[in-house]
């Protein structure tokens, strides 16, 4: 079987205090579309790091994009990473660089040309409708629009699996099912695998999902 994320009997803490996750299973296949919904401070942004490597299990098995987990090397996570494309929830724009090069970080990263990297960028950052800011800096923008340019961002280098921790928090109507039918058409045009925590599964999705529900630490999926 064609797994993306493969996590069995999961534990996850900070430090050495009680584990937010316990013993979480989760199964992924290529180019399924899966939310993870619960409420504030039950462990959803937590497993978003634990799957992008920022931070690891205590116990359990996880493979992320064919990556093995157990004594994973920093050279090894490296490489996972450019699997992937996360949209934080507090965004993690780099405060000191424009929008376009913001949305061009993943692909300076995949040694692309530059030409390649902003025609990209500019791509992208019209499916967000934010071509017009490319030559602003994030503090320059409201908060929806950095969460656009994070979208952005996150899918600038068509990445095999897109982590996006609350993508529409900060979003109106409008600007929800923009991202939305991206998260969608990525799905659909690149075989994408996608990863969504929210609050709000969209009514009208329009594509068959996985859903997990997250609550005192155990994950499970709700059918
Ligand atoms: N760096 C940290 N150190 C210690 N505890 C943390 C840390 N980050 C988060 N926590 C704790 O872990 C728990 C889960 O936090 P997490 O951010 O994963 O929740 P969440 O489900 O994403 O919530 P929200 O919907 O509000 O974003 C919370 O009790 C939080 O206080
Ligand atoms: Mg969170």
Redesign the pocket.
């Known amino acids: 079987m064609d797994y993306v994320i493969k996590a069995d009997g999961l534990n996850i803490s900070y430090g050495r205090d009680e584990p937010i996750i316990t013993d979480a299973n989760i199964s992924v296949k290529a180019h399924e579309f899966v939310f993870i919904t619960g409420k504030s401070g039950s462990g959803?942004?937590t497993i978003i790091k634990s799957l992008y490597g920022d931070l690891m299990p205590n116990r359990g098995e996880l493979n992320v994009c064919g990556v093995d987990f157990k004594n994973i090397s920093s050279s090894k996570l490296n490489i996972l990473r450019r699997y992937l494309g996360v949209v934080f929830?507090d965004y993690k724009l780099i405060d000191e660089w424009t929008v376009e090069q913001n949305v061009m970080l993943p692909l300076i990263i995949g040694g692309f040309s530059r030409s390649v990297c902003i025609k990209q960028a500019h791509k992208l950052l019209k499916h967000v409708k934010l071509l017009h800011k490319v030559n602003k800096y994030p503090f320059e923008l409201s908060g929806g629009e950095q969460q656009r340019v994070a979208m952005a961002r996150a899918l600038a280098h068509n990445p095999v699996l897109i982590l996006a921790?609350?993508p529409t928090g900060n979003l109106d109507s409008y600007s929800s099912e923009v991202i939305w039918n991206l998260l969608k058409g990525a799905k659909e045009h690149l075989g994408t695998t996608i990863l969504v925590?929210t609050h709000n599964i969209p009514a009208t999705l329009g594509m068959d999902y996985k859903h997990f529900f997250l609550e005192g630490g155990v994950l499970n999926e709700v059918s």
């Open positions: 959803k942004s929830q921790d609350e925590v």
